[in-house]
């Protein structure tokens, strides 16, 4: 496949422009270029400018985008059920490749290790969209053959003027949901036994692993900005989340991922708080 043109040299440009992609092969392939060649880049002291009339982010026309409750689930018992369930994580994959992209390009006077944070967690998305979508394919299908929803942009697109509630909500509350979700996921697909299940086991192992450090980085940079800003992470915390509606998680907790990636048993126990 042939890279689309990627002409500016400072990485905040270049993370926009990569955003801006529509195509899914695209946008995965220029983020692990862009990735691979972070260190020839100089970054930009200033967010650049979207192109004028450019919907973030660039998307393929296909999914169809259905509100959340419109998605329906199906039991990962057939093959068929597998394949929506693949896709819907494939899904979060490549809105999670936008999520970290929308960090590195929007957010002007942080430190450089912010934006190369970011990049890197950018990058361990489009690898996870990649295996899970070999999977789909050993399946007889691909990405966009089932409906999605838009959920994690929704939160992207309501922070996108306040960088401690974009840390707090997005990577540390919507993100981290998958924690507690993938070794459920996993058990489900174990009892199937088939050899495209297991496949997927596999690839989530490697998907927890890592998003244990994704959810880290997340957490690590909103307490830095508390500190800058001097604000009480914990309490600020609990306001941002009724200020932007952000859903509580379900339990059960990972609460060992959770711990590994930064959460204090306070955290913990009002996450696991229920009026």
């Known amino acids: 496949m042939r890279l689309p043109r990627i002409v500016e040299m400072e990485l905040r440009h270049r993370a926009l422009q990569v955003l801006c992609l529509a195509h899914p092969d695209e946008k995965a392939a220029a983020t692990l270029a ?3 060649q972070a ?7 200033n967010a650049p400018t979207p192109p004028a009339g450019q919907v973030l ?25 597998r394949a929506v369930l693949l896709h819907a994580i494939a899904h979060i994959e490549l809105n999670a490749i936008n999520l970290a992209l ?14 190369r944070d970011w990049l890197r967690v950018a990058a361990e998305e489009a690898q996870h969209f990649g295996l899970l979508r070999d999977i789909l394919r050993s399946l007889g299908h691909d990405y966009g053959d089932f409906p999605a929803h838009q959920g994690l942009w929704t939160m992207c697109e309501k922070t996108q003027h306040d960088i401690t509630a974009r840390m707090a909500l997005v990577p540390r509350t919507l993100e981290a949901r998958g924690l507690d979700a993938t070794p459920l996921i996993q058990q489900k697909l174990r009892q199937v036994d088939s050899p495209d299940a297991l496949a997927a086991v596999a690839v989530l192992d490697t998907i927890l692993r890592e998003e244990v450090g994704h959810v880290a980085i997340g957490n690590h940079w909103y307490r830095w900005l508390c500190a800058r800003d001097g604000l009480e992470p914990e309490s600020h915390y609990a306001l941002l989340a009724q200020q932007y509606q952000a859903p509580r998680p379900k339990p059960p907790l990972n609460e060992a991922a959770r711990r590994q990636a930064g959460f204090t048993d306070t955290e913990l126990a009002w996450l696991l708080y229920t009026d």
Request: proline share 12%.
């Open 57 to 81: 982010p660039g998307l393929p026309e296909r999914p169809v985008l259905l509100h959340h409750t419109a998605v329906k689930r199906r039991s990962p018992a057939t093959p068929q059920g």
């Open 34 to 36: 862009l990735h691979a």
């Open 39 to 45: 260190d020839q880049c100089s970054i930009a002291a």
């Open 102 to 115: 929308d960090a590195v390009w929007r957010f002007d006077a942080m430190p450089t290790t912010f934006y």
